[in-house]
C-alpha cells in the first residue's frame, strides 16, 4: 500500500454544510480514507482535542475574530499544515457569515467574522456553498499525488490545482460581478444556467438564456463563479482535461 498522507478538517464557523458535502462522497470517501489518507483531526469524527501537525488541512467556515480560541486555532492551523484549503464558500469569502451581527443566543458578543485568506496564508481555495462531493474528492486525490505520486502524477495534479491555487492568491473577494466581468463581458457564457443552480441565495434568474444578477442579493460567496465551467479553469487544465479525470477515476478504484 503507498504511504498516505494526513488529512485534517478543521471547523471554525459555518452550518458544516462543506463536511457534509465531503461525506457524501459515500463508498469514494472510504476509499481515500483507506488507500490515501489518515484522518488525523475532524471535531465530527476524530477524538483529538488539538490540533496536530498534518499534510493537508481542510479548512471549513470563517474566524470569529471576537473569539481568540479561533484566531488561535487558524494560526496554529497554519503553522502545522504543508498545505492549506479553504473548504467552501464562508472560508474562502466570508459568505454569509460576513453579515453577522451578532446577538446569537448562545454567543452574542460573536460579531465579526472573517474569511481564512484574512489572517493566514492559504494554499487552495474549493469556493461554493456547499463545494461539490466530486470537487472535493477530485482535489484530496490531486494533493496526494502532488505529495506522493510520480514524475507524471504530479505534473497532472499541478496543473489541476493551480487554478484553485491562483484563486487563493487572488484574494479574499467573489460576487456575481466576476460572472459579469469575467465571463459574459468576455463573450464565454454558453447560458447553461450552472451559476443561477449554484448561488444559495437567488440572486442570479436566467433571462433569455443568459444570467441576470441581483446584485443586492449577492452575498459574496464566490460559489456562482466556482461553478462556471467557463470561470477560472485554464486552457492547460482543459487541455489535459481526459489524463486527469483518467488519474483520478485510478486512484478512487476500490
Not at 171 to 190: F, K, R, S
Amino acid at each position: 500500500m503507498a504511504e498516505k498522507i494526513t488529512v485534517g478538517h478543521v471547523h471554525m464557523s459555518g452550518c458544516t454544510g462543506c463536511l457534509v458535502s465531503f461525506a457524501d462522497n459515500y463508498e469514494g470517501l472510504l476509499t481515500i480514507l483507506d488507500k490515501y489518507a489518515d484522518l488525523v483531526y475532524c471535531l465530527t469524527l476524530a477524538d483529538v482535542r488539538h490540533i496536530p501537525e498534518m499534510d493537508v488541512a481542510l479548512v471549513e467556515g470563517s474566524v470569529c475574530i471576537n473569539d481568540h480560541l479561533s484566531v488561535e486555532e487558524i494560526i496554529e492551523t497554519r503553522k502545522n499544515s504543508k498545505i492549506v484549503v479553504a473548504l467552501g464558500g464562508c472560508a474562502c469569502y466570508g459568505n454569509i457569515t460576513r453579515f453577522c451581527r451578532g446577538g446569537q443566543m448562545n454567543q452574542p458578543q460573536h460579531e465579526g467574522f472573517l474569511p481564512i485568506g484574512d489572517l493566514i496564508d492559504v494554499d487552495v481555495y474549493i469556493p461554493g456553498c456547499a463545494p461539490t462531493p466530486q470537487q472535493i474528492r477530485n482535489v484530496c486525490v490531486m494533493a496526494y499525488l502532488l505529495l506522493k505520486g510520480n514524475d507524471e502524477q504530479k505534473a497532472l495534479a499541478g496543473a489541476y490545482l493551480t487554478p484553485f491555487m491562483n484563486l487563493a492568491k487572488a484574494g479574499t473577494e467573489a460576487c456575481g460581478c466576476d460572472i459579469m466581468t469575467q465571463v459574459i463581458n468576455q463573450g464565454l457564457c454558453m447560458g447553461c444556467g450552472s451559476c443561477a443552480a449554484a448561488c444559495p441565495v437567488r440572486a442570479i434568474s436566467m433571462e433569455y438564456g443568459k444570467p441576470q444578477i441581483e446584485r443586492d442579493l449577492c452575498i459574496k460567496c464566490g460559489a456562482c463563479y466556482a461553478q462556471c465551467p467557463r470561470s477560472f479553469f485554464s486552457f492547460d487544465v482543459v487541455n489535459q482535461y481526459e489524463a486527469i479525470m483518467d488519474a483520478i477515476d485510478a486512484a478512487m478504484q476500490p
